[in-house]
């Protein structure tokens, strides 16, 4: 994570003529919370995910080289909402930008294609918005049957190696029994096919295991890997670590009450053991207590910038509350517009 507060604060500090020194602080906080959110944090998760990916990448390229078009493989990322699995799967590619085409309009191939499911999921639906991702228009009244057709003939022409659905889970919502099948058996066809097989990523909620489950051919084919609910216990280190980094870069103080158990527990509960959350949340908090003028991050920031995000009363709140573990985070933690934010969490 590199370093962004210096140069943040100067700019403001020599640009805000017009500003009041209160406004000046304002816009201050917000430019480093906002740069601050732009920092991916590598957990324990994503390097797994990267080496699993960087392993079946491997694969299929040798035997493309070795013209043995096999069926292929590819990765289930399960968790819940905010536990940050479309970040990392970003991240992961990423780390590709070099060697991975991604889809683009300017060239033909594309090595990777990543969509998030569109809601309702049905077979018809998803396939035309692949087509649509792909420049395709076709007519609405065509069968799913062609639909996926022409998806897999594209695939081949422009020698997709990857498919990554996000929000997968979706394809059991709105179906019935016999779509979660068809949807299913799509899916598998996919990385089935003998013209050209396609490795499929999916990631989603938990319940999108169960439907996985559904065809013991494609269990076996993904790779599942779960994104756990966050545990003081055992992730406590890397709490602390991401804590450490975020101040790093934005070049502030941290109490060290911060550093100790019976904070960080309170943090994983108003996080809703999710990753991705807590990093908003320390994020924001880093954004309150410069907006504050305050000297050192301190369990004051995270009271506020709480409270600003879930508008919620004192005894409410996981970092002031005595019994905090009954506190109902996920009600009160809608996504907000925090500070400075410009991505709105799926
Ligand atoms: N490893 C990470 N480092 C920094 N921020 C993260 C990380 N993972 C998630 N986030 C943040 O958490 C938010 C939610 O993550 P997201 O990937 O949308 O979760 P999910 O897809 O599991 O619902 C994102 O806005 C992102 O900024
Ligand atoms: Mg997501």
Redesign the pocket.
């Known amino acids: 994570m590199g370093r962004l507060a210096g140069t943040a604060r100067r700019r403001v500090a020599s640009g805000g003529r017009e500003m009041t020194a209160a406004q000046a602080r304002v816009a201050e906080a917000v430019r480093v919370t906002t740069a601050l959110?732009?920092?991916?944090?590598?957990?324990p998760t994503?390097r797994e995910v990267q080496r699993e990916f960087d392993l079946l990448l491997a694969e299929r390229r040798a035997n493309i080289e070795a013209r043995r078009q096999r069926e292929t493989r590819g990765l289930l990322l399960v968790?819940?909402?905010?536990?940050?699995?479309?970040?990392?799967?970003?991240?992961v590619l990423r780390q590709h930008t070099t060697d991975l085409r991604m889809l683009s309009k300017e060239q033909e191939q594309a090595d990777v294609i990543s969509m998030k499911v569109p809601s309702p999921a049905t077979p018809k639906g998803v396939g035309l918005a692949m087509l649509e991702a792909l420049g395709y228009h076709l007519r609405r009244d065509r069968s799913a049957h062609i639909i996926w057709q022409l998806i897999k003939s594209q695939f081949a022409a422009r020698q997709v190696l990857f498919l990554h659905l996000?929000?997968a889970q979706d394809f059991g919502q709105h179906n019935n029994r016999s779509d979660q099948y068809a949807v299913i058996s799509t899916l598998k066809s996919l990385m089935q096919s003998p013209e050209w097989p396609v490795g499929l990523i999916l990631?989603g909620m938990p319940r999108l295991l169960d439907l996985v489950n559904m065809d013991t051919q494609l269990a076996r084919r993904l790779k599942p890997v779960e994104?756990h609910p966050l545990k003081a216990s055992v992730d406590g280190r890397m709490i602390v670590s991401?804590l450490r980094q975020y101040a790093v870069a934005a070049q502030v103080a941290v109490e060290d009450s911060l550093y100790t158990p019976r904070f960080v527990t309170r943090l994983v509960h108003a996080s809703d053991y999710?990753?991705?959350?807590?990093?908003?949340l320390i994020?924001e908090a880093i954004g309150q207590m410069l907006m504050a003028g305050e000297g050192e991050l301190s369990e004051k920031s995270f009271v506020a910038c709480y409270a600003r995000r879930s508008g919620c009363p004192e005894g409410l709140n996981p970092f002031i509350a005595e019994n905090f573990r009954a506190i109902n985070v996920r009600e009160l933690l809608q996504?907000a517009p925090g500070l400075g934010?410009i991505?709105?969490?799926?």
């Open positions: 959110k732009g920092h991916f944090f590598p957990t994503f968790g819940a909402s905010g536990a940050g699995k479309t970040t990392l799967v970003e991240a996000d929000e990631s994104v991401a999710c990753f991705g959350i807590l990093a908003e994020c996504p934010d991505r709105r969490r799926a």
